[in-house]
């Protein structure tokens, strides 16, 4: 009986894309004002999954927003729900991050993938040796050299 209930389940579901914790989705939400509807954008790191083999899982999603911890819990199957969209995804150790919710965004050192599990290749001083050497002029980049040489 129990496997029939998952099949089901299974059966009734939209998407296939497996979110976990971790991942940085972008949610758009109907949201009616009146007798208009328009889309909202919500884009943040989900921080939990639960009742993943009922017929209406949810997932909490985490923003922060000038400074304030915004957090909503999502029926991923819900009406209400245009789309989810991942953007990327952290490697992480456990299943429910609400540890992160006493960190600042800066003590948080998640190794992001674009969501095929490939780890971007460039480092940040590569970008930034990238960016010297692309600069058009040569002031720019004795600036930019003379800043560097203060801060060491």
Same mark, same amino acid.
């Not at 952290?90 to 540890?99: C, E, G, I, N, W």
């Not at 003590?107 to 040796?129: H, I, N, Q, Y």
């Given at each position: 009986m129990r496997n029939e209930v998952i099949e089901f389940n299974k059966s009734q579901r939209k998407n296939t894309i497996d979110f976990r914790a971790g991942d940085v989705v972008k949610v758009y939400r109907k949201i009616k004002e009146g007798e208009k509807e328009r889309i909202q954008i919500f884009e943040g790191m989900v921080i939990a999954m639960k009742g993943g083999q009922s017929s209406s899982p949810t997932m909490t999603v985490r923003k922060v927003s000038n400074g304030v911890g915004v957090e909503i819990v999502i029926a991923i199957f819900s009406p209400d729900i245009e789309k989810i969209e991942l953007i990327k995804r952290?490697?992480?150790?456990?299943?429910?991050?609400?540890?992160i919710r006493e960190?600042?965004?800066?003590?948080?050192?998640?190794?992001?993938?674009?969501?095929?599990?490939? +780890?971007?290749?460039?480092? @940040?001083?590569? +970008? +930034?040796?990238?960016? @010297?050497?692309d600069s058009k002029t040569d002031d720019t980049k004795k600036e930019f050299i003379k800043s560097e040489d203060i801060k060491k």
């Open positions: 952290a490697k992480v150790r456990r299943s429910k991050l609400y540890f960190k600042a965004a800066k003590a948080l050192r998640f190794k992001f993938t674009d969501g095929s599990g490939v +780890v971007p290749e460039k480092s @940040v001083e590569d +970008v +930034v040796e990238e960016v @010297v050497e």
